[in-house]
């Protein structure tokens, strides 16, 4: 019997909305957003290991739980980039990057051992590269919000 | 010392195209089990147990083999379910190597497939981070700010090309030589899906910029796939088939997740180019295998690359040579198929991938080399020893299998 | 198998509605906590396997997330989509091959997190049974119940009997979510009716929880305190519920058959001294006492009837409570072999069995256990 010749499409879904997940993640990232009302960058110290997290994780690789709460400077080094701009999210244009492109930087600050990411501002898309130091740029009233960490800028 | 010898004793690959409408999940899996059971010479009654594998959120079924392995001849019979994300293809063929090496099953038949047009596949991908989403939007955080850093269409994978081509002196034409590299191997390959047969670096470097410093034409396609494997013993296997691919060993490694972007992170991401995991996971599988000297033991290497930049990266996170010399080696043409080590001969993932069969396919590829089954895109040197991998997870995870033409010892 | 592989550790969490922790807190507890009970350190592992899905999850590569939490970071690791049992299984074949020495398996879940029964409706078929919307985990499992008491001519009483048996003896198991040490078969048949004829009290509790086991081969176990040894497993996989029978167990059955084959077990009713089944349905147990032979094609009614399943029978059946009083998707399977493995040691506290050498182990996945598998377990 030939059956090939004709199939059908159904409708389906995954309905996310019923999923409730949870996080220690929450609360620690909640007390280091607040510190930054204060220009204060809080990380989490490892008792095991002796790792510095930023942003705070409740729990580390060598089966410790993170609980010592260390303030860690606002320089840091670059260990990667990329730039984007309007072109990315636009679709496929022919004539590349239009408007002013978005560096984005992955930076470790100094005294800690994640990377977090961040805007790279007053720099242009070929001065940016691995290694480079920055320091964060402070808006000028922190509203303890993860916005206040948005910009860094060439050290 | 694994108690069975294990070898390949087969391998099936179903069509590989981006949308397969003309058939179900379990339809599709069946091209790739019955090629695999005809060129084996096997029946389903002959198989002892089943391993398979898909990454479910890009279909929107939970445990598809519940309604399909009846198609594949698995009812009634053990089936166990592996499923490791990006590595899943791999994860499941290292089951198929430990089920035999374990020495409880003698055939087992190894399954790993996606049909990608059954789900819509940046949902799926997004379904990685879509928990970690909701806790930074629980925090207040406005969802253009998270998507602006997440890399978007390409993911992390940006972060990662810029990292390794700051530390390996990789430049952007090199990136363009791989995806050509690979391209024109996929258009031998009967299997593959972007066949594009004549491609130039040249080409490839006017498609368009996603982001810095991806092109379009360095990125992998979604497709639709299916690939089946048979593991037996290395007794079996040679009453089976003239030339039996052997596995040597299987290894893997998890490293921390690491999201771009999301908090909660651990250090494999400080720089994404590292692939500590990678590095670990290969000296792992060469020492069971071994294997002293990788480098001029290993004669053909299957990296697992979706974007042009982990061909080379990958390449010397196997070992196959230092850090940095990757690109070098590529200018010189040994990655070529009539080179000293070919490197990606199937097409690679940048031209294929169905994403839970992906994995497997690179150790599908390395076996066929071996048993010398490639057809247009055999390689010109002899294959002894071939090394498969698989990249996975949250930039955490890999997996890496060694073949050969010879038992272990 | 003769002292190749042994349990020598294991840990569980409580077993809550809603656990104050999340599912990688959860699993980093019972990782360290199996490592203390099998006295070795995080180093000394050499694979992590665990067991978790990502539709409970809610997340693709739900394993992503466990790598530091179960102890796997830079180790090798894997995931196996079904419960912990078969991540046992797949740990087991690990060892086997002589690859790896010290395994540790976790299996977890929490049912707060996933929204019920959403993700067993993803696992039907999804071109026919998942568009009609009349199938579920628990009415699949009510069509299965009303086939197999009709074929076997089992009574709701008889039902409410094993639900009964299980919530009671779960009163002296502190793990357990579900307990009640007064249940009876009149309360049983008082609760809320689901889909006819379950009941409330005869369908397991979705839970949230956690459990772990570290196995190890034969010379590290040997020098262990007390190694529990994996004597035989056998699994297999039935077909999709509408085109089998579902007044039997076929594929727990197949399983048995090949787990006895390979424990040495002739007659199970008279060799084995408890079994732990993972009975998501009240029916569910007495359909396993005929799938594991413990008695005759049918009677599983009347077996339960002669008390030779409770704590004080011959061959008592789910001493802890069973999945009756926890069931946490992909860990509850994992969760009777501990239970097993506890009866053997004689650390079962208030549950404890007297004189258990040999106990059979069950795990299942899928809708109507679909997918089972047995492991026969042994002391020295």
């Excluded at chain 3, 004829?197 to 034969?218: H, N, T, W, Y």
Aim: aromatic share 6%; proline share 4%; with cysteine.
């Amino acid at each position: 019997m030939e059956y090939k010749n004709e199939t059908v499409s159904i409708e389906g879904g995954w309905p996310m909305e019923h999923w409730q997940w949870k996080f220690e993640s929450l609360a620690l990232i909640r007390k280091t957003l607040e510190a930054l009302r204060e220009k204060k960058l809080l990380g989490l110290k490892c008792p095991g290991c002796g790792l510095v997290y930023f942003m705070p994780k409740p729990y580390c690789r060598c089966l410790s739980i993170p609980d010592e709460w260390v303030e860690v400077k606002d320089t840091g080094t670059v260990t990667t980039y990329t730039f984007t701009g309007a072109w990315a999210y636009e679709g496929i244009a022919d004539e590349g990057p239009a408007g002013t492109p978005l560096i984005i930087v992955g930076i470790v600050l100094d005294g800690t051992d994640t990377m977090t990411v961040c805007t790279l501002s007053d720099a242009k898309p070929e001065d940016v590269s691995v290694g480079m130091r920055i320091r964060l740029q402070w808006p000028e009233n922190p509203e303890g919000k993860l916005e206040d960490l948005a910009y860094c800028v060439p050290l | 010392m694994a108690k069975s010898e294990v070898a390949v004793a087969g391998v099936g690959l179903s069509k590989h195209v981006s949308k397969r409408r003309d058939v179900n999940i379990a339809e599709l899996v069946w091209e790739a089990v019955s090629a695999c059971y005809e060129n084996a010479g096997l029946k389903p009654k002959d198989i002892d147990a089943f391993i398979t594998g898909n990454m479910p959120a890009f279909e929107g079924v939970n445990l598809p083999e519940e309604w399909g392995a009846g198609h594949w001849g698995a009812y009634g019979k053990p089936l166990l379910r592996i499923t490791t994300g990006g590595t899943t293809g791999g994860s499941v063929a290292h089951g198929g190597y430990y089920a035999v090496a374990s020495g409880l099953y003698d055939t087992v038949l190894a399954i790993a497939f996606e049909k990608q047009s059954d789900g819509n596949s940046t949902a799926g991908l997004n379904t990685v981070a879509i928990a970690d989403a909701a806790a930074q939007f629980a925090l207040g955080v406005d969802p253009a700010f998270l998507a602006a850093f997440g890399g978007g269409a390409v993911g992390v994978a940006v972060y990662q090309a810029s990292s390794y081509m700051k530390s390996s002196g990789c430049t952007t034409q090199h990136l363009d030589k791989v995806a050509a590299l690979c391209r024109n191997n996929a258009a031998l390959n009967p299997y593959s899906h972007l066949k594009q047969p004549g491609l130039t670096p040249e080409e490839v470097a006017k498609t368009v910029l996603l982001q810095h410093p991806i092109r379009f034409g360095h990125v992998c396609p979604a497709t639709d796939g299916a690939c089946a494997m048979l593991f037996t013993t290395g007794e079996k296997a040679r009453r089976l088939v003239d030339k039996p691919a052997y596995v040597l060993s299987v290894a893997s490694c998890s490293d921390e997740a690491a999201m771009v972007g999301i908090a909660g992170s651990g250090t494999t991401n400080v720089d994404p180019c590292t692939q500590e995991s990678c590095k670990i996971a290969a000296a792992r599988a060469y020492e069971l295998a071994g294997i002293k000297d990788p480098r001029k033991e290993i004669d053909l290497a299957e990296p697992y690359a979706p974007f042009a930049h982990q061909m080379l990266m990958f390449y010397e996170r196997l070992l196959l040579c230092d850090e940095g010399e990757a690109p070098a080696i590529l200018d010189s043409g040994s990655m070529n198929l009539d080179g000293e080590l070919p490197v990606c001969p199937s097409g690679g993932v940048i031209s294929t991938n169905a994403i839970g069969a992906s994995a497997m396919e690179r150790v599908a590829e390395c076996a066929q080399q071996i048993m010398g089954r490639c057809g247009e895109r055999q390689v010109k040197k002899e294959v002894h020893k071939a090394v498969a991998h698989g990249w996975g997870g949250a930039v955490n995870l890999n997996v890496v299998a060694v073949l050969s033409d010879t038992p272990r010892r | 198998m003769d002292k190749e592989v042994a349990i020598i550790g294991y840990a569980q969490t409580p077993y809550e509605a809603d656990a104050e922790a999340s599912r990688e807190m959860q699993v980093l507890e019972v990782t360290k906590a199996a490592l203390a009970a099998a006295g070795l350190k995080r180093e000394q592992l050499d694979t992590v396997i665990t067991a978790n899905n990502d539709y409970l999850d809610g997340r693709t590569i739900s394993n992503m997330r466990l790598v530091e939490p179960s102890g796997a970071w830079q180790k090798n690791e894997s995931k196996v989509e079904m419960d912990g049992a078969y991540a046992a299984l797949y740990a087991l074949m690990r060892i086997l091959s002589g690859d790896h020495g010290i395994a540790m398996v976790v299996g977890e879940s929490q049912a707060s997190v996933y929204g019920g029964y959403i993700p067993g409706t993803m696992m039907l078929d999804p071109t026919f049974d998942r568009q009609r919307g009349l199938l579920n985990e628990v009415s699949a499992s009510a069509l299965q119940a009303r086939a197999y008491m009709n074929a076997c001519g089992v009574s709701e009483e008889q039902l409410a009997g094993v639900a009964a048996k299980n919530l009671a003896n779960a009163a002296k198991n502190p793990l357990a979510l579900r307990a009640d040490g007064k249940a009876d078969v009149k309360k049983v048949l008082s609760s809320r009716l689901l889909y006819s004829p379950i009941r409330e009290l005869m369908a397991s509790p979705l839970c949230d929880g956690a459990c772990a086991v570290v196995l190890a081969s034969g010379k590290v176990a040997a020098k262990s305190g007390n190694p529990v040894w994996i004597k035989g497993v056998g699994f297999s996989h039935d077909s999709y519920l509408s085109e089998r029978s579902l007044a039997e167990m076929s594929s727990l059955k197949d399983a048995a058959r090949r787990c006895y084959a390979m424990a040495g077990i002739e007659d199970p009713a008279s060799q084995l001294d408890l079994a732990e089944v993972h009975e998501c349905f009240a029916h569910e147990e007495l359909m396993a006492y005929e799938a594991l032979g413990l008695c005759a094609a049918g009677e599983g009614g009347a077996f339960f009837d002669s008390g030779t399943t409770s704590m004080d029978g011959s061959l008592p059946v789910n001493a802890s409570g069973g999945a009756l009083a926890a069931n946490v998707a992909c860990a509850a399977g994992l969760a009777r072999i501990i239970e097993a493995a506890m009866q053997i040691r004689g650390e079962a506290g208030d549950h404890q069995v007297k004189g258990v050498r040999t106990a059979v182990a069950h795990g299942q996945t899928g809708i109507c256990a679909q997918e089972n598998i047995i492991y026969v377990l042994g002391g020295e």
